[in-house]
């Protein structure tokens, strides 16, 4: 009897893909997947096996049409298992049978107290599901380029012994993550092209090469880089800014590996950092580009530059989202493709995209996970990685640099205290590793703003000091905080005033930034209130500030946003550091981060220096231990002799870079979005993403609070779930504050 992987449309089955030839087609995608990765033989194992139980005679009547359930996910995994050998051949099988177990459901925990994890479902299958399975996994093994004593050789290659910062057992972990991603990537692009044939149609995956792209790249980067120099004024913030990119493209040249790139806010990081990575990728045949940025607030921005620099969509690709993606085989567009498995030269992402990919056990998210192999990863503003994950974070990256041929670069104005001589819980080899020249000078040279402690200021004198500016800039670290003060600001009668947080939706956000800038150039009033949303990457440039005390890293990103241009002497383009005294109800980490500040500015005279900013990271990671910082989602992957535990979807679970939970509430432009909500032949994916510009995110029990008083609504529930929360009550959103929610509990039911 004929084994089949999936139906076709005819009933004599002459359209049907044949099992031997679904599980060959994988194999062998799977190792010119892996073969990168040098993990060719163990992905073509896993490849070969992955669907084995589909062997069993009960599966044909699940394509027949019948509704039964047939684990066909266990059977390769356990016959790997007893077919090993030694003790190598044992645990290269155990990597296999997570990958081939959760290649639908996700990667399982070795142990739990579910009866699904590796460990019961491999001693519950009955070996007697698949007859003469003795014969049929020979003949798999012999047909395979190698077996499971080669790809052993090729799982040692990847674990190092026990040191500083390196932990084997996270290591060999990884492997199997890389195995999984090569797989499930495989077995989805094979399923979709036999549907694709079965259809008549085409695949629209366009698979672009960095290389072959890669001369065009730099051609156009340096044409726009000559004309950028030509056209801006020789000041000496232009000045320095061409010295540091010239001196940083030099340095491509270097060894792969770990960098740091320290650039003054307003000192061209971005366009630097991306020159790097071209000319390293051309030294050293780097796949793709992968920029992270932790901020979506100017992802967007950051893509633009680059898709205006390039002039190719297929180039590019920007990938976040704030609305869960609904990412399945019959959502065909190219973008959709893209996202699923990073095929583009230059991906524009986000941290949460990009690691809680890397911690992931879902199928959907490990996809890319191969392509992040073999990239040079810029992390833009890395001091704002997470402190609580820092261990895990950093033990990945510096897998990937040892070993899948990724080179990371951490990029900002203030180089966090990553180096293994400041960070006693693994910190990386960082020591000269420095892309920018003499940091400390260039710091120096580019400094255009003074930093001074006012100490304690009420509100009302924070917006007398405001009215005497014609324009400045007042940071604060809550959103309450920021309307309460735009709120004394009109009662005042400010003019120029604006309020700018995340109430307010991208879109909106995007139209007041042009508006502030046009203020700005023309010389009317502007007097912005804003939360930290405007620090990182935000082109402002204010004569004076003022920022609500919090840590040094913000405080000095705050800076930049004060004569960004150099236009004023830096002692006369004031940045007033101050102590909020009414209670805001401050997080403790802020509240934390905020006494390390008051300590370290004692010490230094220079408060903008490197010097100043390395002394305050170290203070802040002194106060963690290891455990704060996340080591226990590292070491808690083990393997003994014969043994592994691997918690991969407690892991999974547990690896959230954002741990305040918040949830979006869709701000409605138009009475189509209703109707485009209720409309099934549209994707809630392409929603998402259409949508995206227009949402809020709020605290989950504020949404619950929300739609039970009426205010809000979840669009087609027995279509979309709670995946799309409406607003109703259009009162509560304006273009000037965003969304108001403060009030809720008072608002009642009903439009007020």
């Not at 820092?390 to 900002?412: K, N, Q």
Request: charged share 25%; with cysteine; aromatic share 8%.
């Amino acid at each position: 009897m004929k084994a089949y992987a999936h139906s076709g449309n005819r009933s004599d089955r002459c359209d049907w893909q044949l099992l031997d030839d679904h599980l060959a087609n994988v194999a062998q995608l799977a190792a010119k997947t892996a073969k990168p990765l040098k993990l060719s033989t163990i992905s073509y194992i896993a490849g070969s096996f992955h669907d084995f139980g589909k062997y069993n005679p009960e599966f044909d009547k699940v394509l027949a049409g019948q509704q039964i359930r047939v684990d066909h996910s266990t059977a390769g995994g356990r016959h790997l298992i007893d077919y090993a050998k030694d003790i190598s051949q044992k645990l290269t099988a155990l990597i296999l049978a997570h990958s081939i177990l959760g290649h639908h459901a996700g990667l399982p925990n070795t142990y739990d107290d579910s009866n699904s994890n590796l460990e019961w479902r491999i001693k519950s299958h009955q070996e007697n599901q698949i007859p003469a399975f003795g014969k049929k996994i020979e003949k798999l093994m012999a047909n395979a380029p190698g077996d499971l004593l080669a790809a052993a050789h090729e799982v040692k290659s990847k674990i190092r012994p026990p040191a500083d910062g390196i932990f084997p057992g996270f290591e060999m972990s990884v492997v199997g993550r890389m195995v999984f991603s090569c797989l499930v990537d495989s077995d989805f692009r094979d399923t979709e092209l036999f549907y694709e044939k079965l259809n008549g149609s085409r695949p629209k995956r366009i698979q672009s090469d960095l290389h072959k792209n890669l001369k065009s790249l730099i051609e156009s980067f340096e044409e726009h880089m000559e004309k950028l120099i030509s056209s801006a004024k020789q000041s000496k913030i232009n000045l320095n800014r061409h010295k540091t990119l010239k001196h940083i493209r030099k340095n491509a040249c270097k060894e792969p590996g770990l960098f740091t790139l320290s650039v003054p806010t307003g000192g061209g990081k971005t366009l630097a950092s991306l020159g790097f990575a071209l000319d390293h990728a051309k030294h050293h045949g780097h796949r793709r580009i992968i920029y992270a940025i932790p901020y979506t607030s100017i992802i967007e921005q950051t893509a633009s530059i680059f898709r205006d620099l390039f002039g190719d969509d297929d180039v590019v690709l920007e990938h976040h989202s704030s609305i869960d993606e609904d990412l399945n085989l019959e959502t065909t567009n190219k973008l959709r493709l893209a996202m699923e498995d990073w095929s583009r030269p230059i991906i524009v992402t986000t941290n949460v995209q990009l690691f809680e990919s890397l911690f992931s056990s879902k199928p959907s998210k490990c996809r890319k996970i191969h392509n992040i192999a073999g990239s040079i990863i810029i992390l833009d503003e890395a001091q704002c990685l997470p402190r609580h994950l820092l261990i895990p974070i950093l033990s990945m990256l510096e897998i990937l640099t040892a070993h899948y041929g990724c080179s990371v670069v951490f990029c900002t104005a203030t180089q966090p205290a990553f180096d293994s001589r400041q960070l006693n819980f693994g910190g990386l080899k960082l020591e000269g590793r420095e892309l920018a020249p003499e940091p400390e000078k260039s710091a120096k040279n580019m400094q255009r703003a003074t930093i001074r402690n006012v100490g304690c200021m009420e509100d009302k004198d924070l917006i007398l000091d405001l009215t005497k500016q014609k324009q400045g800039v007042v940071i604060v670290n809550t959103r309450k905080h920021a309307l309460d003060l735009y709120e004394l600001g009109k009662e005042n009668d400010l003019q120029g005033l604006i309020h700018l947080s995340t109430r307010q939706h991208a879109h909106d956000r995007r139209i007041i930034l042009n508006g502030i800038r046009d203020r700005l150039k023309s010389g009317k009033p502007c007097r912005l209130i804003a939360t930290s949303l405007i620090e990182a990457g935000v082109d402002l440039d204010f004569p004076v500030g003022w920022r609500a005390e919090t840590g040094l890293d913000s405080i000095m990103q705050a800076a930049g946003r004060v004569n960004r241009e150099g236009k004023s002497p830096p002692e006369k383009s004031i940045l007033k550091v101050f102590r909020c005294t009414e209670d805001q109800n401050l997080p403790s980490e802020i509240e934390s981060y905020s006494k390390a500040t008051r300590r370290v500015l004692r010490k230094h005279d220079n408060r903008v220096s490197p010097e100043a900013v390395r002394d305050w990271f170290e203070e802040v990671y002194w106060q963690l231990n290891a455990q704060s910082m996340g080591q226990d989602l590292v070491e808690n992957f083990k393997f003994g002799n014969d043994s592994v535990d691997f918690p991969y979807r407690l892991i999974s679970s547990e690896f959230e870079l954002i741990q305040n939970y918040l949830v979006p509430i869709i701000i409605s432009q138009n009475t189509q979005t209703s109707e485009l909500l209720s409309d099934p032949k549209i994707k809630s994916f392409e929603l998402g993403r259409q949508l995206q510009p227009y949402i809020v995110q709020v605290p989950k029990r504020i949404r619950d609070v929300m739609v039970a008083n009426g205010h809000a609504t979840f669009a087609s529930p027995n279509l979309r779930g709670t995946q799309f929360c409406l607003l109703i009550n259009s009162s509560l959103y304006t273009f000037e504050t965003g969304l108001l929610w403060d009030e809720l509990e008072y608002i009642g039911s009903g439009i007020i």
